[in-house]
């Protein structure tokens, strides 16, 4: 399988360099030049099977160069770090199935992905005999997510930047208390904007950035996307197997329209879904998108679910090169204009076939809370405030026609402040947090100035 750029003038990209790679040259984003397409038959196999060979089944199709007794070491590997045998199970509860995508290490999904790139990325490194010093900015979850994802890996430094004094206890301490030597919090002295800008400036100087090896772990990167492609076949067959159902719903609750258009792919690929439900909070562009064909920017509102609080989703020009037939020069123009204008407008003829693929739909922040409450009244679950946004929208938007899965994300100790403002009391915590207030904890506090960062690395870089 050879990868190409959204955009057009990158192709011909093999799967390694693909992974290593990121971002295309061109600035657009790499996708597969073909996505198989399976029969009926094909997905009935697939979906019986356990969920690493399932992965292993799904990421072979899209990793043609790997070695196929390597690629199936490398995805045990990382699914042997989740605390449930099934990886990510499916729960029946209030007439909906939940998706519980976070038994990883860090509690929250961005783990089935990050576990799955660590080890790809050490195994690259191995084989080309490279080195990278991994940067990255960090509001909370995704921080915690990448350095499980690369604490002990050979070959590997990562750098994870978090405004001081301004992520949750919990989140602080997911990070801080890994004392692996190749990881490196840094706390800074400012906002998540200032991290975000900092990796900006860096990545921005290319003689740095060649000379220290840098590298990302943000989630443009297509090993991600394909990671989270195989949990939508696991969760259609474990549903198709309780109810012998044709057809299902996923409602996604979704922030950089990643982790939906994983859904999306699967769809692609022959997945009998009849609609992926796109659930946002208060941050609703890409509810505006899918119900008025206005993709427009606005002020990131805080809400109880920090994780979907999202602008500009990094994931959509995906999305935009399916929808315009696979036209790159039309993607570049829209990619152009929503530069310039902050803002895209699409045609009739656009919508009816988002409308083919997509519902939508947002929760207020007492929306969220309320949702956690009556569930949690209903079923004795407690759901955590992303997930409630899904389970909310998916409702609303369905009608018993077809089952309904929702994913969650996160597991509801993460964000426990949220889930007893709607509860009335903690959520239960998983075994991992207990105590971890008490453990060993390795951070560097450093001014949010670009300059100190860049020294910083360099001092600690690998070389
Ligand atoms: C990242 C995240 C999301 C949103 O996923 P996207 O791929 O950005 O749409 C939802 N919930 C949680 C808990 C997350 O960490």
């Known amino acids: 399988m050879q990868y190409m750029s959204t955009r057009g003038t990158t192709s011909g990209i ?5 992974v290593m790679m990121g971002l295309a040259d061109d600035g657009g984003l790499l996708l597969p030049e073909s996505i198989p397409s399976l029969s009926p038959g094909d997905i009935a196999a697939l979906t019986k099977m356990a969920y690493p060979d399932l992965a292993f089944r799904i990421i072979s199709m899209f990793a043609g160069n790997i070695p196929a007794a390597d690629l199936k070491q490398l995805i045990d590997k990382s699914y042997q770090t989740f605390s449930h045998s099934e990886v990510a199970p499916v729960v029946h509860k209030d007439g909906i199935y939940i998706l519980e995508l976070f038994h990883g290490p860090t509690r929250a999904f961005k783990d089935i992905a990050l576990q799955f790139l660590g080890n790809m990325f050490e195994y690259l490194l191995k084989q080309s005999g490279a080195h990278m010093n991994i940067l990255g900015a960090t509001s909370g979850d995704t921080g915690s997510a990448a350095i499980y994802g690369v604490r002990g890996k050979e070959n590997i430094n990562i750098f994870i930047m978090h405004p001081h004094q301004r992520v949750s206890p919990i989140q602080e301490l997911q990070m801080t208390t890994v004392t692996d030597p190749n990881v490196f919090n840094l706390a800074i002295r400012g906002t998540f904007d200032d991290g975000q800008r900092i990796v900006k400036e860096i990545f921005g100087d290319l003689d740095f950035k060649g000379s220290m090896s840098l590298g990302a772990v943000n989630s443009i990167n297509w090993a991600r996307v394909l990671a989270q492609v195989v949990y939508y076949f696991y969760a259609f067959g474990r549903v ?8 299902v719903y996923f409602s996604v609750p979704t922030g950089n329209f990643g982790d939906i258009f994983a859904g999306y792919i699967a769809k692609r690929m022959g997945l009998p879904i009849r609609r992926l439900i ?12 899918i119900n008025q064909g206005d993709y427009s920017t606005a002020q990131v509102v805080p809400t109880p679910s920090p994780s979907m609080d999202i602008q500009l989703a990094s994931n959509f020009e995906r999305y935009l090169f399916y929808l315009f037939n696979q036209d790159h020069a039309k993607v570049r123009n829209a990619m152009a204009e929503l530069a310039a204008n902050g803002r895209l407008k699409f045609e009739a003829e656009d919508m009816t076939r988002v409308a083919n693929d997509f519902l939508a739909g947002s929760a207020t922040r007492q929306e969220t809370l309320d949702t956690i409450q009556a569930f949690h009244k209903a079923t004795g679950y407690t759901l955590d405030p992303h997930t409630a946004v899904g389970v909310k929208v998916g409702k609303e938007l369905t009608g018993g026609e077809v089952p309904l899965i ?4 996160a597991h509801p100790a993460k964000f426990g402040e949220a889930v007893k403002q709607a509860i009335g009391e903690d959520p239960e915590m998983p075994p991992e947090f207990k105590g971890i207030e008490t453990r060993e904890r390795r951070c560097e506090i450093l001014d949010a100035d670009t300059e100190t960062i860049k020294d910083y690395i360099s001092r600690k870089a690998l070389r």
Do not use: P
Not at 14 to 18: L, S, T, V
Not at 278 to 289: G, H, Q, S
């Open 14 to 18: 093999n799967f390694k360099d693909a």
């Open 240 to 247: 198709q197997r309780a109810t012998n159902c044709q057809e």
């Open 278 to 289: 796109l659930a946002t909070n208060e941050n609703d562009i890409l509810t505006r998108f």
């Open 406 to 409: 929702c994913l969650s994300t």
